[in-house]
């Protein structure tokens, strides 16, 4: 079975240029979940969807941070205009009803 | 607020051994508790997940225990392979029973020696 796939596995950009981090959540799921993970700060949640619909982005850093799901096989987290700061491995996870979430490989992100 | 906790950042085994690893959370809300392992350039991988009313689950060489009084999580492994090198994560719900969020302790890195 298919897991959940991201797209790209690594991006390195220049600060300032726009990076859109693609996920292909389990076929079935209903909830998609995206996540940053860092040494510093860990695994953390920025926006969840259920449904298609975005429940909670508490977790998004700043408006530079917007994430989409137009459809229930794809999301979209995007970072305009990206920063030093946000070099990070972005997760992408989802679920189906109350099932435990399973993760992609991530994104590894760098912003020179 | 809300936190997960873990006692110790590394544990070194050696092969055939039981691991422990452990894990404390402090909202007394949370329903619903996971175990996750990573290994190195890949995702979190479901272990094993336990719900509030249950004190112990058994998987495959894997056992939760979770002890609701004192908010303390375990996560046991028996006879412990080079394989299950890697970092565990234990994860609550915190008082988001029914949305699916998870809080994320820092993680204990588990190390194999054969």
Redesign the interface.
Known sequence: DAG?IQSPRHEVTEMGQEVTLRCKPISGHN?L?WYRQTMMR????LI?F?NNVP??DSGMPEDRFSAKMPNASFSTLKIQPSEPRDSAVY?C?S?RG?Q???????TRLSIL | GESVGLHLPTLSVQEGDNSIINCAYSNSASDYF?W?KQES??????II?IRSNMDKRQGQRVTVLLNKTVKHLSLQIAATQPGDSAVY?CAENGASSN?????????TTLQVKP
Not at chain 2, 41 to 46: A, L, N, V, W
Not at chain 2, 99 to 107: D, P
Request: charged share 15%.
């Open positions: 959940v909830s979940f860990g695994l953390e949640l969840y259920n429940i909670d997760f996870a679920r109350n435990p979430q399973h993760f992609g490989d991530g | 996971i996750y350039g890949k995702g979190p991988q479901f997940d994560f949305t699916g969020k998870l809080i994320f302790g820092q993680g």
